[in-house]
């Protein structure tokens, strides 16, 4: 296959800040362009040109999406960043909250939604929230959309879940399914999915308790960042918590959030 040009790679980083905010510096051009080789070759075309001229027109269809699957970085596990969940879990029991909800607005493949879920789950078995408290999970990419809503995960990315936890809310797989885990229709049915850009104004979401917006902000620019950051929060309820990774540092925004801990935030009340 031919190598992917300087201009080619210049398209594709523009198509997908364009459609998802993504961006890609310069180093990255090997990286999109062993994603992306596979795939070109599977469609039996000659070169990228030939690709990015496919996903590029009004006939992309369903190939743009396959594209921004191949291009997005979906690496996720099981309570990944643990302060976050005991933070949430103290402040639901001190707000005294009833019907929670929460929405993982980068869910990937769901990890972070089900982890909340079993923590959720817990609260409501000591009564302390009501049985009707809600989760969603959104994503850009259908692919780990659908991965997310069948509930199954290697085990090797439960392995920050309690063996009480296991028990509780998951199904071990064997035979075929040996190292699979499948988590239990009691805890995903109050458990949704969809897909939403980020980088798009949201219609009708919301107000929620708590947000996630955790590792995805570091594939954003600078402007585009502070644009997600002040959609994301308008959907969080005055006094509600927000969530972003540890390692991205702090956000710019006009709604009021009152820094709680590394990546932790309040949205203050008078906003
Ligand atoms: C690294 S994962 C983070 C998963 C999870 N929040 C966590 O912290 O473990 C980043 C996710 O952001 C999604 N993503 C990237 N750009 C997006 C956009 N413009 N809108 C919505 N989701 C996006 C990717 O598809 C990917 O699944």
């Known amino acids: 296959m031919t190598p992917l040009r ?12 364009e459609i998802c905010g993504l961006s890609f510096p310069d180093s990255k051009k090997p990286l999109i362009a062993s994603r992306l080789a596979p795939r070109i070759q599977r469609l039996g075309m000659e070169d990228y040109d030939e690709y990015v001229s496919l996903i590029d027109s009004p006939q992309a269809g369903g190939e743009l999406q396959m594209a921004i699957d191949l291009l997005t970085t979906n690496e996720t596990y099981f309570f ?3 302060p976050h969940f005991d933070l949430m879990e103290r402040d639901l ?9 929460v929405w993982s607005a980068a869910s990937s493949f769901g990890d972070e939604a089900y982890s909340i879920a079993m923590l959720l789950g817990d609260l409501q078995r000591k009564g302390t929230i009501d049985p009707h408290w809600s989760i ?7 692919r780990v959309l659908r991965a997310a809503t069948q509930a199954v995960f290697p085990e090797d990315r439960m392995r920050e879940v309690s063996d009480e936890r296991l028990k509780r809310y ?15 229709p009691t805890l995903r049915e109050n458990v949704h999915f969809g897909r939403l850009n980020l980088t798009e104004p949201i219609e009708d979401l919301g107000p929620f308790d708590v947000v996630f917006l955790r590792n995805v902000l570091i594939y954003f620019d600078g402007p585009t960042k502070v644009e997600v950051v002040e959609r994301v929060t308008s959907r969080l309820k005055p006094g509600g918590l927000f ?4 390692a991205e540092g702090r956000v710019k925004t006009k709604t009021r959030l009152t820094p709680l801990g590394p990546g932790a935030f309040r949205k203050e009340a008078d906003e």
């Open 6 to 17: 300087d201009t080619t790679f210049r398209k594709i980083v523009n198509l997908m800040h």
């Open 80 to 82: 990944r960043e643990q």
């Open 93 to 101: 029991i001190e707000r005294k909250l009833r019907n929670v909800s």
């Open 136 to 142: 969603l999970g959104t994503d850009i990419s259908d």
């Open 170 to 184: 998951c199904l071990k797989g064997e035979g075929e399914s040996e190292g699979l885990v499948q988590i239990k």
């Open 243 to 246: 969530f972003i990774g540890t």
